[in-house]
């Protein structure tokens, strides 16, 4: 199994982003997928997880309304677009997978398997 994450990037606040996860080696629509990040000094923290099909969807309350998690099942893709972006956004950000059709939860427990990381930074 193979996580890649791309997209990450140096953005003014304000700005937006969009990362990709390309999975290999998984069914991947019978996968529930998360998004995480983890900022400099601190322990890795939960941003949004979607189910296997993309129906349902799940944010930790930081990033409501400003970020959306969706998949290209077709593609075998996981995106989370990120818009209105924070200095606090910074961070290296994490996809995973879940073995499970269900919404995953926010907890990184969960998740079965783990991609590289994609550095965001967002100057103020």
């Known amino acids: 199994v193979q996580l890649q994450a791309s997209g990450g990037g140096l953005v003014q606040a304000g700005d937006s982003l969009r990362l990709s996860c390309a999975a290999s080696g998984l069914p991947f629509r019978f996968y529930g997928m998360g998004w995480f990040r983890q900022a400099p000094g601190k322990e890795r923290e939960p941003v949004a997880t979607i189910n296997g099909s993309g129906s349902s969807t799940r944010y930790a309350d930081s990033v409501k309304g400003r970020f959306t998690i969706s998949r290209d099942n077709a593609k075998n893709i996981l995106y989370l677009q990120m818009i209105k972006m924070k200095p606090e956004d910074t961070a290296v950000y994490y996809c995973?997978?879940?073995?499970?059709?269900?919404?995953?939860?926010?907890?990184?427990?969960?998740?079965?398997?783990w991609g590289q990381g994609t550095q965001v930074t967002v100057s103020s």
């Open positions: 995973a997978a879940n073995r499970g059709f269900a919404l995953p939860p926010l907890s990184q427990n969960a998740y079965d398997y």
